[in-house]
């Protein structure tokens, strides 16, 4: 800079200081306002400039609105999309566009297995766009939309998606209040209602009607907007909720753009599986193909109960047996016929217990005897208005879902768009061995947790050795000279086989005036239980005995005190 413009400067600073002040304030004033509100969408600031294209570049997001009551793998069926294309930073377009439109105009493509199976009639033209989000794993769903948006617009440059479900909106309608669209005023009770109608009130079989068919999306969208930017002080409700709907995946982002994408994945806002296998894993997972909008009428229970044997803490890896696992899902279909688009629900669920087995959703064809390994367990069901669904599935766990350091983990994976799915989680370990966790109720050598997936969640516990002696939970006297003993755990064979570690005598409580000589003929014992074989013993019913335990022991070495007990011969 000159002298010259440097002095020109310089009075320009001096003749309009207050109002630059002014100016620095007011614009200070709205970035700690903005920053304030934004919430968790804080993080996105620094990346502000990549995100939007501010200063001077351009940004192409497809957005893809899924209704949540007809659940697809990702989300939802796919209702409408919209290209937003971003300017310096500023909106500059958004055009929604249907799902049967010329977005279907593309040679026949293979659908994934079991679509063309349930959906096939005389009006299915195949895999298309609409069915693209089939991989629980939203970066893949992600990637195969894009792969089918360039069938019939291959010029067309995307920097990512946005992926929207349906409950995303009636939560915006619950921060914001009712909103006047088109004459009609929407609020949370009615939305779905009024988005149903607009959408579905034509001839399907007409194609003209359904080319043509109006969708109340676009208003809807301009009147979200209009009310946000009027009602600034309601901009951190509006964040907080959509905070919420990135937690719960009810808004799903994918960036071709690694640092936004990386960003996406650090705070759980990608939809994105684990990449790491370590620990236990457990994904329930539903497609509606054909149930219409039923999902908004069908609860799912989930239990999910894990066994760790004994032999699994074995000092010989030869004698180590894997953890197992029992997983049983109780589905109610609890819509009637008359709630709109509700009727008999056709679901292909899959439930997995790999994140690696995600690849395999866009598999064409079903399991089979060679790939059926690493591919997850299937079902398909149907269910009518009322009616209700059990399904189980067994599995053997690897051993690695048990840490060296003795942890068990086990990472749930929210499917996106559920709601109300109530899971219960069983830890079960040997007797004596007990839990120390954070996340799980602890009860002697179980652990429980239960509750509503909301957001995917990682479940650990930590198993502490057996420091108890083994206790006793039984002794009975049913037939003359056998004496029967049960242990909470198993025990030392060496020490609980030995003649010598007990002693029985006639205590002539009911019978004083008779007195068994009894001897100890020998020792039979079966992990937990020890039956004790006598002679000399008489018909004294109701007679009492007692029985000296010593030197007993469980497989971890905690010795059982001396102690003498009493049975009561009851012979049948």
Same mark, same amino acid.
């Given at each position: 800079m000159t002298k010259t413009k440097k002095s020109a400067f310089l009075e320009f600073l001096k003749k309009h200081r207050h109002k630059l002040l002014v100016i620095f304030f007011v614009f200070l004033f709205l970035v700690t306002f903005v920053i304030s509100v934004s919430g968790g969408l804080r993080v996105f600031f620094p990346y502000l400039g990549e995100l939007t294209g501010f200063p001077f570049g351009q940004k192409n997001y497809l957005v893809i609105f899924q209704n949540n009551n007809e659940l697809r793998p990702a989300g939802g069926f796919i209702s409408s999309f919209a290209k937003l294309q971003l300017t310096a930073g500023v909106p500059t377009q958004l055009q929604i566009e249907d799902v049967y439109g010329s977005i279907d105009d593309h040679a026949y493509q293979t659908p994934p297995w079991p679509m063309e199976k349930l959906l096939a009639n005389e009006w299915y033209k195949g895999y298309s766009f609409r069915d693209g989000n089939y991989s629980?794993?939203?970066?893949?769903?992600?990637?195969?939309?894009?792969?089918?948006?360039?069938?019939?617009?291959? +010029?067309?440059?995307?920097?990512?998606?946005?992926?929207?479900?349906? /409950?995303?909106?009636?939560?915006?309608?619950?921060?914001?209040?009712?909103?006047?669209?088109?004459?009609r005023w929407l609020n949370q009770d009615n939305l779905f209602e009024e988005i149903t109608a607009s959408?579905? +009130?034509?001839?399907?079989?007409?194609?003209?009607?359904?080319?043509?068919?109006?969708?109340?999306?676009?208003? $809807?969208?301009?009147?979200?907007?209009?009310?946000?930017?009027?009602?600034?002080?309601?901009?951190?409700?509006?964040?907080?909720? &959509?905070?919420?709907a990135l937690d719960s995946k009810d808004i799903q982002l994918y960036f071709t753009n690694q640092s936004l994408q990386n960003l996406a994945l650090k705070n759980g806002w990608a939809g994105a599986w684990p990449t790491t296998t370590t620990g236990d894993f457990l994904a329930v997972n539903e497609a509606n193909l054909g149930g219409m909008k039923s999902d908004r009428y069908i609860t799912r229970d989930i239990t999910y109960h894990v066994k760790i044997p004994e032999s699994y803490f074995a000092e010989?890896?030869?004698?180590?047996?894997?953890?197992?696992?029992?997983?049983?899902?109780?589905?109610?279909?609890?819509?009637?016929?008359?709630?709109?688009?509700?009727?008999?629900?056709t679901g292909y669920f899959r439930f997995y217990n790999n994140p690696k087995q995600a690849d395999y959703a866009l598999a064409t064809t079903g399991p089979t005897k060679t790939n059926a390994e690493v591919r997850p367990a299937e079902e398909i069901i149907k269910l009518n208005p009322g009616e209700? &669904?059990?399904?189980?599935?067994? @599995?053997?766990?690897?051993?690695?879902?048990?840490?060296?350091?003795?942890? %068990?983990?086990?990472? =749930?994976?929210?499917?996106?768009?559920?709601?109300?799915?109530? @899971?219960?989680?069983?830890?079960?370990?040997?007797?004596? %061995?007990?839990?120390?966790?954070?996340?799980?109720?602890?009860?002697?050598?179980?652990?429980?947790? +239960?509750?509503?997936?909301?957001? +995917?969640?990682? $479940?650990?516990?930590?198993? =502490?050795?057996?420091?108890?002696?083994?206790?006793?939970? =039984?002794?009975?006297?049913?037939?003359?000279?056998?004496?029967? =003993?049960?242990?909470?755990?198993?025990?030392? /064979?060496? @020490?609980?086989?030995d003649p010598f570690s007990y002693a029985v005598t006639d205590l002539n409580f009911k019978h004083p005036e008779k007195t068994d000589d009894i001897r100890i003929r020998k020792i039979v014992?079966?992990?937990?239980?020890?039956?004790?074989?006598?002679?000399? /013993?008489?018909? /004294?019913?109701?007679?009492?005995?007692?029985?000296?335990?010593?030197?007993?022991?469980?497989?971890?070495?905690?010795?059982?005190?001396?102690?003498?007990?009493?049975?009561?011969?009851?012979?049948d």
């Open positions: 629980p794993n939203f970066p893949s769903s992600a990637q195969e939309l894009i792969r089918l948006y360039h069938l019939t617009r291959p +010029d067309e440059k995307l920097d990512g998606i946005i992926a929207l479900n349906y /409950q995303t909106l009636e939560d915006l309608m619950n921060a914001l209040g009712p909103l006047e669209v088109e004459g959408v579905n +009130d034509v001839d399907r079989h007409n194609l003209e009607s359904l080319a043509n068919r109006k969708s109340i999306l676009k208003p $809807l969208s301009n009147a979200i907007i209009k009310k946000i930017l009027l009602n600034p002080f309601k901009l951190r409700k509006v964040s907080d909720t &959509i905070t919420r010989s890896a030869e004698a180590r047996e894997s953890p197992t696992a029992d997983l049983t899902m109780e589905a109610h279909h609890y819509g009637i016929e008359n709630i709109p688009l509700s009727g008999p629900y209700s &669904i059990t399904l189980k599935k067994s @599995y053997q766990l690897s051993p690695q879902v048990i840490g060296s350091d003795r942890t %068990y983990s086990l990472y =749930l994976s929210k499917q996106a768009g559920t709601q109300a799915d109530h @899971y219960r989680i069983i830890i079960e370990l040997p007797r004596g %061995y007990r839990v120390e966790s954070e996340e799980f109720q602890s009860r002697e050598n179980f652990a429980y947790w +239960d509750g509503q997936l909301n957001t +995917d969640k990682k $479940l650990t516990l930590k198993i =502490l050795d057996d420091e108890l002696p083994p206790r006793l939970v =039984l002794q009975e006297n049913r037939e003359l000279n056998k004496i029967s =003993l049960h242990f909470n755990e198993d025990l030392n /064979q060496n @020490y609980a086989s014992t079966t992990s937990k239980d020890v039956d004790i074989f006598l002679t000399g /013993q008489t018909n /004294q019913n109701e007679e009492r005995y007692g029985v000296t335990l010593k030197n007993l022991r469980d497989t971890h070495g905690n010795i059982l005190s001396e102690r003498q007990i009493t049975v009561v011969q009851r012979l």
